[in-house]
C-alpha cells in the first residue's frame, strides 16, 4: 500500500519520480530479444614485433542507448518539470542516451501484459509487496553486479533496501519508505477540549481520543480507518502487528496463514470498539485511501492512519491548515511498554529483464542519477526556494532512500534548516518508530479479503472476529497461499 505515501515528495527530494519503459534498443532487435548488446572492438592493435598495445577500452557512454522512462501523469505538472530538468541534466553527461517518456504507472494487474508484449518499463516503479512476486515471474532483472560497482551502497538506508535484496542477490533499489503513522489535527482536539495524547500512547489513548472528538450530529469523526479497497486490510494489518500477530508464515516449503490469531482476535475487537462504543468513525465508512485523507484535509475527521508525508501535504497545501495543527505520532501500542508497530512499506524501481545489458546499465545510472549528488541537493534547494515563493510547504518522506546518520543525511538535513516552511516531525518519533514489512507472499489479496472482513464488522454490530478471521483464514490459504511453492 506505499503507493499512497506521496510520490510527489519522494519525487522532489531524490530529483524525480523513477519508473521507465524498456527501448527499442534504436532498431537492434537483440534489444527486444534480451540479447547481448553490440560491444566496441577490441582487436589488438601489434607493432613490427607482433607485441600488443593498449586495446580500446569498452566504453558504454559510445555506444547509442534508448531507454523509455516512465514520466510522471500529466497532473503532476511540479513533477513533470523536475523530471524535465533531470532528463536535460543526464543526457548533458550521457549524449548517447536516447530518452523516450512514458507515464504508466505500475499495476499488478497489467504488468504480466506489459511484460507479455514486451512493452514493459526498462525500469519501473513498484511497492515493498512486489518483491517476491515479480522475482519468481522472473520480470525483474538481477542487478547484482550493478549494486556491487555502485560507490554509494553502504549509504543507502539498509531498512528499506534491504525488502529487494533476496536471497543475497539484489532486484530493486529503493525511492523512498514509510512506516505507516497516525495523523493528528490538534486544532479539532483544542476545538472539542481534548487532551492531546502522549506520544507513546496506547490502543486505549486512541480510542479515548477518536471519542472525545466525534459528534456525529455534525458529521465529524474521531478517526477515519479506512473502509474499502485493500487500503481498508492495509490499515488493520498495523493492529494486528501492535498485537504481536503475523500475516503468514512458511512450513516445509508452504505458506500458511497465520492473521485467524489471538492477535488477530484483539484487533479486531479494537475495530469494534471504535465503531459500536465510541461510535468514532464516519457514519458514511466506505472510504478509500482518498476518501480518508480527504476528510482529514477538510477536518471531517481528527485521525487518519497512513504514511505521513501524503496527508500532511494535502493538510497544509490543499487543506489549509498551518503545521502546528497537524501531529505526526507513531502507531499505538497495544498497551502501555508495547512496540509502537507500524506497516513498513515503500518504492522501489527495478529493472526490466528483457533489456539488454546498456539499456540495464543506463537504467541502473539513472535512477541513482542524482542519488548522493551535489546535484540532487541543488535540486532540492530550488524546489524548496520555488515553494517558498509559492507559499507552499515542503514535507519530507520521513524514510528516504538514504540514511539519516549518512553523509548525505546530513547534508540535506543542512538544506532543509536553511527554510521555515519545511515541516518538521517531533525528535520524538524516530525513536518510538518500529517498522514491520508487509509480507512477501499475495500480501494484496491478502489485504482484499481482510477487508471484506472490516466491511462486514462495520455495517454490522456482533459480528464474532474469531469465526471472521477463521473465514477469511480458509479463503486466502485455498485460493492464494496453496498455490505457493516457497523456497
Known amino acids: 500500500m506505499r503507493k499512497y505515501s506521496s510520490v510527489l515528495l519522494s519525487v522532489l527530494v531524490a530529483g524525480s519520480l523513477l519508473s521507465a519503459c524498456s527501448g527499442n534498443n534504436n532498431g537492434n532487435t537483440a534489444g527486444n530479444k534480451g540479447g547481448e548488446a553490440s560491444t566496441a572492438p577490441t582487436n589488438a592493435v601489434t607493432d613490427n614485433t607482433a607485441t600488443a598495445t593498449d586495446a580500446p577500452v569498452d566504453d558504454i557512454t559510445q555506444r547509442k542507448v534508448t531507454i523509455k522512462i516512465h514520466y510522471p501523469t500529466p497532473d503532476l505538472t511540479e513533477v513533470r518539470a523536475q523530471e524535465d530538468d533531470k532528463i536535460k541534466r543526464f ?7 536516447e530518452i523516450v517518456k512514458d507515464d504508466w504507472q505500475y499495476n499488478v494487474s497489467e504488468i ?10 526498462t525500469f519501473f516503479n513498484t511497492y515493498a509487496t512486489e518483491a517476491k512476486f515479480l522475482v ?19 549509504q543507502i538506508n539498509p531498512v528499506l533496501q534491504n525488502q529487494f535484496i533476496i536471497d543475497g542477490k539484489v532486484f530493486g533499489v529503493t525511492q523512498k519508505g514509510y512506516v505507516t503513522t497516525t495523523m493528528i489535527n490538534k486544532k479539532m482536539l483544542d476545538e472539542k477540549g481534548v487532551a492531546v495524547p502522549p506520544m507513546d500512547w496506547t490502543w486505549d489513548d486512541m480510542l479515548n481520543t477518536a471519542k472525545g472528538v466525534a459528534d456525529v450530529k455534525k458529521g465529524i469523526s474521531g478517526i477515519a480507518p479506512m473502509g474499502k479497497g485493500n487500503e481498508a486490510g492495509w490499515n488493520w494489518t498495523n493492529f494486528l502487528f501492535e498485537a504481536g500477530g503475523e500475516i503468514q508464515k512458511v512450513e516445509g516449503g508452504k505458506v500458511v496463514a497465520t492473521f485467524n490469531s489471538d492477535a488477530g482476535i484483539k484487533a479486531l475487537d479494537f475495530y469494534k470498539k471504535l465503531r459500536w462504543e465510541a461510535n468514532a468513525i464516519p457514519q458514511d465508512w466506505a472510504l478509500g485511501w482518498g476518501d480518508a485523507v480527504g476528510a482529514f484535509q477538510q477536518s471531517r475527521t481528527a485521525m487518519v492512519m497512513a504514511g505521513s508525508d501524503g496527508v500532511i501535504e494535502q493538510a497544509l497545501n490543499q487543506g489549509g491548515l498551518k503545521p502546528e495543527d497537524v501531529l505526526t505520532y507513531p502507531m499505538p501500542a497495544m498497551e502501555k511498554g508495547g512496540k509502537h508497530t507500524g506497516v513498513l512499506g515503500g518504492d522501489y524501481l527495478v529493472i526490466n529483464p528483457n533489456a539488454t545489458p546498456d539499456e540495464q546499465e543506463m537504467a541502473f545510472r539513472y535512477i541513482t542519477f542524482d542519488y548522493f549528488s551535489d546535484k540532487g541537493l541543488e535540486a532540492l534547494d530550488a524546489v524548496l526556494q520555488q515553494r517558498t515563493a509559492d507559499g507552499k510547504y515542503f514535507i519530507p518522506p520521513l524514510l528516504d532512500y538514504y540514511s539519516a546518520d549518512s553523509e548525505f543525511g546530513k547534508k540535506t538535513k543542512a538544506v532543509y534548516d536553511k527554510y ?4 518538521q516531525y517531533s525528535p520524538d518519533i524516530m525513536g518510538l518508530l518500529d517498522g514491520k514489512p508487509e509480507a512477501q507472499y ?12 472490516i466491511q462486514e464488522l462495520f455495517s454490522k454490530k456482533g459480528t464474532d472476529s474469531k469465526s471472521q478471521l477463521e473465514a477469511a483464514a480458509k479463503t486466502v490459504q485455498e485460493k492464494f497461499f496453496d498455490t505457493i511453492k516457497a523456497e
Open 442 to 453: 499475495n500480501t494484496q489479496d491478502y489485504y482484499a479479503t481482510m477487508s471484506n472482513v
Open 91 to 97: 543526457q548533458a553527461e550521457y549524449p548517447n542516451v
Open 112 to 121: 504480466g501484459i506489459k511484460m507479455a508484449a514486451n512493452e514493459a518499463p
Open 420 to 423: 521555515t516552511n519545511v515541516y
Open 136 to 154: 519468481e515471474k522472473g520480470w525483474v532483472a538481477d542487478i547484482t553486479d550493478l549494486w556491487n560497482k555502485y560507490e554509494f551502497k553502504d
